[in-house]
């Protein structure tokens, strides 16, 4: 049960700029998560943001969820090598988890 | 910091073989989850459970049963493996988001990578 979208599906950009990603879904939700997932491996967690707040901040990653819109952005500052990986968008949305198909980032040195 | 963990990483088996793969977290989390991964295809639930002895279908259940025995432990089974069942498997885990009445942030372990001859 995948709804929504994330976009790009891929992202080449070099080390030290920035990297946006985004995440569109179809219904309401009440919270809404970001993950990263390195090749082969298992998923991290980065930020959880619920439906009544518009930002938050973690490090170098900030994350905005407009509710109106129905879509939410992950802004990826100042990138690393480390941060190329994939990342997956889910939405929490009546005791469902629906995952996007992700975004994978490539840094390139 | 909790930790998931998946008893294989890497695994051959053949068509029509019984397969178990173990998943224990350490963190007294009531809700348990099983997915698969597939290229171009992310992250679907096979079956997830919020307590001990409870079990509900997610998206794929055909073919594989679980087990949830005690409440760290959370076993997926294919009775009789099968090609197509060939894939990445991620065990996760979660407390229940009192505050939000949700899922909260998901635990995953490494994840098993199964191959079926």
């Known amino acids: 049960s995948q709804q929504g979208e994330e976009d790009p599906q891929a992202l080449s950009i070099q080390e030290g700029e920035n990297a946006t990603m985004n995440c569109s879904y179809k219904?309401?939700?009440?919270?809404l998560q970001w993950y990263r997932q390195n090749s082969g491996r298992g998923l991290v967690h980065l930020i959880l943001?619920?439906?009544n707040e518009r930002e938050k901040h973690s490090g170098r990653l900030r994350v905005t969820l407009d509710t109106s819109k129905k879509s939410s952005s992950l802004l990826i500052t100042a990138s690393r090598a480390a941060d190329t990986a994939s990342y997956f968008c889910?939405?929490?949305?009546?005791?469902?988890?629906?995952w996007g198909a992700g975004t994978k980032l490539i840094i390139k040195p | 910091d909790v930790k998931v963990t998946q008893s294989s990483r890497y695994l051959v088996k053949r068509t029509g073989e019984k397969v178990f793969l173990e998943c224990v977290q350490d963190?007294?989390?009531?809700?348990m989850f099983w997915y698969r991964q597939d290229p171009g295809l992310g992250l679907r639930l096979i079956y997830f459970?919020?307590?001990?002895?409870?079990?509900e279908k997610g998206d794929i259940p055909e073919g594989y049963s679980v087990s949830r025995e005690k409440k760290e432990r959370f076993s997926l089974i294919l009775e009789s493996a099968s090609t197509n069942q060939t894939s990445m498997y991620l065990c996760?885990?979660?407390?229940?988001?009192?505050?939000?009445?949700?899922?909260?942030?998901?635990?995953f372990g490494e994840g098993s990578r199964l191959t079926v001859l």
């Open positions: 459970s919020y307590d001990v002895k409870m079990k």
């Open positions: 889910v939405r929490d949305s009546n005791y469902q988890l629906i």
């Open positions: 963190m007294d989390h009531e809700n």
């Open positions: 943001i619920r439906s």
């Open positions: 996760a885990s979660s407390l229940y988001d009192r505050l939000s009445a949700n899922t909260g942030e998901l635990f």
């Open positions: 219904t309401s939700i009440n919270n």
